[in-house]
């Protein structure tokens, strides 16, 4: 039978279009799942940031703010999610009010963590605040022995006490220049003040005579009253409570009125600001920091700090590091962010930072910690001695203490053949290990001595 051409082609088209239905297509590929984004976990850091002592609250915030980053580009997991770190800055204006207003913002901001305050009358009343929302911080800079003895179970300080540092810068004062008499102003800060008492403490005890008490504020920068009257009682040394700011311009006006007595100060004044605010007149200068000096921090924090932030640390940068590092450790080890999980970490806390070792009293003091005198020498704040264990060292003596214990020599194999006759040759000596990261090029540093009372200016 013939089958018309047309109609064949039809019968195949159209099974050919059959068969296509049946087929299945394969299904798409599911869609690539983004990775969840990181917990962000969040620590404050509170200091001065503007005003006369702003350099100093932008070198604390600038410690904190590197041990963040570092750990952030590290890769940090807790509780099985990878986190990021934030540091939320707040400036106090080293004004309690500001501090207790920025305290409270911060909880509101549910950080888990705080590296501040820098002033310690700033710190005491915000440590409150942090206490009541069970927030731990830890403060680099305040000194007050008043912010540990509140009896907070989250409040912990890494630098000394005043009344670590007060007795250290006297003593050196009365040991090393031997003033009869002595007179002691303060900025009527709870900083200032409380050091000046704990000097004044120390120096009556040592027999030495201490003028009636003078005061200004911390922001005074015309002393020439206070100096005027000071002038008339010839002291041979005058000790000053208070921050550089205000100790610059305390010091220039003395010297502008012929006083030739040695000018000492605590920390707060204990920087090479000094230079820019007394210009020559800071020569010679014997000032006190309740930590060791900012050039003995570990190597790695001084490279990484001056890469960063292109300038070197100036006071407690390796402090508010270490403290930023030792709340980022507590989380870590609780695994979790959450303050009352880490908290027994953080208080139980033995860490190797910046500044050296540190553990914790029940205080939340530093253990031990370390006090340095220094002097103004060629426009630089250098290390004098560093007091440790209620020993003075010299920095040599200090390096000498902090290196690492040389490794014991491998036992000798017995003489082998040929070697007899030998055995009482000297044994060629194990190799020295370097001194401590931090401490190299300290060695030509000032050695302890008296600190000569600079020579009254020459007449312009």
């Keep these: 039978m013939n089958v018309p051409t047309k109609t064949l082609s039809l019968a195949v088209i159209s099974a050919v279009a059959l068969m296509g239905c049946g087929k299945e297509e394969p299904p798409p590929p599911p869609p690539v799942q983004a990775p969840p984004p990181p917990m962000v976990i969040k620590i404050g850091s509170v200091a001065p940031l503007t005003g006369g002592i702003a350099h100093l609250g932008k070198d604390n915030e600038n410690g904190a703010r590197l041990a963040v980053d570092e750990a952030n580009a590290a890769g940090v997991t807790i509780g099985g999610k990878k986190v990021k770190f934030e540091l939320v800055s707040e400036d106090d204006q080293a004004d309690p009010k500001v501090g207790n207003t920025v305290a409270q ?6 950080v888990a963590g705080i590296v501040g305050h820098l002033n310690s009358g700033t710190t005491i009343p915000a440590s409150a605040i942090y206490n009541g929302a069970g927030i731990p911080m830890i403060s680099g800079s305040a000194t007050n022995p008043a912010l540990t003895e509140q009896g907070f179970k989250g409040v912990f300080r890494v630098v000394g006490r005043d009344d670590q540092q007060g007795p250290a810068v006297a003593n050196y004062l009365a040991t090393n220049n031997k003033p009869k008499t002595v007179a002691v102003i303060d900025d009527a800060t709870a900083y200032g003040e409380g050091l000046a008492n704990e000097v004044e403490k120390t120096l009556k005890a040592a027999g030495v005579k201490v003028l009636p008490r003078e005061k200004g504020t911390d922001k005074t920068v015309d002393w020439k009253a206070v100096l005027t009257k000071i002038k008339g009682k010839k002291p041979d040394a005058v000790f000053y409570g208070g921050m550089d700011a205000t100790g610059g311009p305390l010091l220039k006006q003395a010297r502008e009125l012929k006083m030739t007595a040695v000018f000492a100060f605590g920390d707060g004044a204990c920087t090479d600001k000094m230079a820019e605010l007394a ?13 060791i000096p900012v050039q003995a921090s570990g190597k790695k924090f001084l490279d990484a700090y001056k890469a960063k932030f292109k300038a070197d640390p100036i006071l407690y940068s390796p402090f508010t590091y270490d403290a930023a590092n030792m709340i980022i450790a507590a989380m870590k080890k609780a695994d979790s962010p959450d303050p009352a999980k880490y908290l027994p970490a953080l208080a139980a806390s033995d860490h190797n930072g910046a500044s050296g070792n540190i553990k914790f009293d029940e205080k939340g003091d530093r253990k ?49 053949g040929g070697m007899q006759g030998m055995s009482g040759m000297a044994a060629p000596a194990p190799a020295q290990p370097a001194a401590m990261s931090g401490m190299q090029g300290m060695s030509g540093m000032a050695a302890p001595a008296a600190a000569q009372a600079p020579a009254a200016p020459a007449k312009k």
């Design 279 to 291: 210009g020559a007149a800071a020569e010679g200068l014997v000032c006190s920091q309740a930590g």
């Design 105 to 110: 913002k911060l909880v509101d901001a549910k």
């Design 368 to 416: 031990d910690a370390e006090m340095t005198i220094f002097t103004l020498k060629d426009g630089k704040i250098t290390p004098l001695a560093i007091i440790k264990g209620g020993k003075s060292l010299t920095l040599d003596e200090y390096a000498a203490l902090s290196a690492p214990a040389p490794a014991a020599a491998p036992a000798q194999p017995a003489a082998m």
